[in-house]
């Protein structure tokens, strides 16, 4: 068992394995297949995946993430011929991330975009649409641009073929950003009244050309690989209740939300709006690991590194150190999961970097590892990487803790490195 203190130290001296950067990889390299359908933050990029999967599984075992983001860990896994499962508790997440792992041939894909795009080319100023009514779509959409998004939106949900429709749905949802006055360089939801709105028909159309170069490219790897049978799931659900049996996986590899988890909530709202997955932003926030909101005080964070980080904060901001330690004990949890379906000498894989918030460091590595230690895991081994082309919103206010705005010249840089952990059920 390593003390906390050894924990630190052993962390701090860790030094960056350059390989693990992947800085040679282009930006089409890093998006290939179904990986560039989607803007998402703080997404790894499936490198990492690929060679995480490479070294601790052989075909046939079953890899899990338990934060499944965007999908990039289970496309990964299809390719490389591995079932997978992965849960995220964001419904905007799942329909990106089934979107991600599923072929359509695209001689298919081609005849349903052709008749969209009939249906498109005879929208006039005159058709008939059910814009929906709601004040947060009327804060980021101006009324021609909303009309037009309506008439996709409805054209979209008339198509029968569930893999196609959801092809499409994540077309939209990418678009949507680019169609509001959101702010186009802020990942922070940050008004532009001067932003003339894309075209949404134009958008769209460019939007699903790419993806379907995309799904080609995705299509002919599977058929390379026979990876089309391969089993791969996801669901909305807490990371705390993967539906998967114990002990039966080999490898789990993810990327852990960090405690402002909640800001995903922010920057998926359009998406979440459109669809209807909420009504209120705040409610939507609630569902995020960390957040303050959740009812469930006073876990057990297991961990000295944790409990030191949140006297200090408490301190400072007592609003802050209970989201911190939210966020440590849920995610203690999270490891409890895990440890629950790994199977015996199976390895936890867990991308993720430290922080500040209110001046103090937020050790979300060293706390980890204190954690899964105490929990029966062991120190495989630890990789500390740069971020070169990690899509993460690179700043923070320094007094807040919170993502900056692109106009915030206070602003401090975070995340230049991360760590993964690779720790071992025993």
Not at 321 to 332: K, L
Request: aromatic fraction near 10%.
């Amino acid at each position: 068992m390593i003390k906390s203190d050894t924990i630190i130290k052993f962390l701090e001296k860790t030094v960056v394995t350059p390989s693990w950067a992947f800085a040679d990889k282009t930006r089409k390299e890093t998006s290939y297949a179904t990986h560039g359908y989607h803007r998402y933050p703080a997404k790894f990029i499936p490198q990492i995946v690929s060679a995480l999967v490479e070294k601790h599984t052989n075909e046939g075992d079953l890899v899990v993430d338990p934060f499944g983001g965007c999908g990039t860990t289970i496309v990964e896994s299809k390719i490389m011929n591995r079932p997978s499962i992965a849960v995220d508790i964001n419904p905007v997440a799942v329909l990106i991330s089934k979107a991600k792992k599923t072929p359509i041939d695209p001689t298919e894909l081609e005849k349903h975009f052709l008749k969209l795009k009939d249906k498109i080319d005879s929208f006039t100023e005159n058709t008939k649409v059910k814009t929906p009514e709601h004040e947060r779509i009327d804060y980021w959409f101006k009324s021609e641009e909303k009309r037009k998004l309506a008439f996709l939106s409805y054209e979209i949900s008339k198509i029968k073929n569930e893999d196609v429709k959801g092809f499409f749905y994540c077309a939209f949802s990418n678009i949507l950003k680019n169609c509001s006055i959101w702010l186009q360089k802020s990942n922070k939801p940050t008004r532009d009244f001067n932003k003339d709105p894309a075209d949404p028909f134009k958008t769209f159309s460019r939007q699903v050309k790419a993806m379907m170069r995309g799904n080609s490219v995705f299509f002919d790897l599977l058929q390379k690989t026979k990876g089309f049978k391969t089993p791969c799931q996801v669901t909305c659900n807490d990371a705390r209740k993967i539906p998967a049996k114990s002990s039966s996986a080999k490898l789990i590899v993810t990327s852990p939300p960090y405690v402002t988890s909640y800001e995903y909530a922010d920057l998926h709202q359009l998406t979440a709006f459109w669809f209807e997955h909420t009504q209120n932003l705040s409610d939507f926030r609630k569902k995020f690991i960390g957040t303050s909101y959740h009812n469930k005080k006073n876990l057990l964070l297991n961990s000295i590194i944790a409990e030191d980080i949140k006297m200090k904060l408490s301190k400072i901001h007592k609003k802050t150190a209970d989201e911190v330690a939210n966020y440590f004990g849920e995610m203690n949890e999270v490891f409890k999961e895990m440890k629950r379906l790994l199977k015996k000498d199976g390895k936890a894989c867990i991308v993720i970097g430290n922080t500040r918030l209110k001046g103090v460091d937020i050790l979300n590595a060293e706390v980890f590892v204190e954690q899964m230690q105490n929990l029966g895991f062991k120190i495989d081994e630890i990789i500390k990487r740069e971020i070169p082309s990690k899509n993460l919103p690179s700043s923070r206010n320094p007094k807040t803790g919170r993502f900056s705005k692109a106009t915030d010249i206070k602003k401090t840089q975070v995340y230049p490195t991360e760590y993964i952990l690779t720790m071992q059920k025993v």
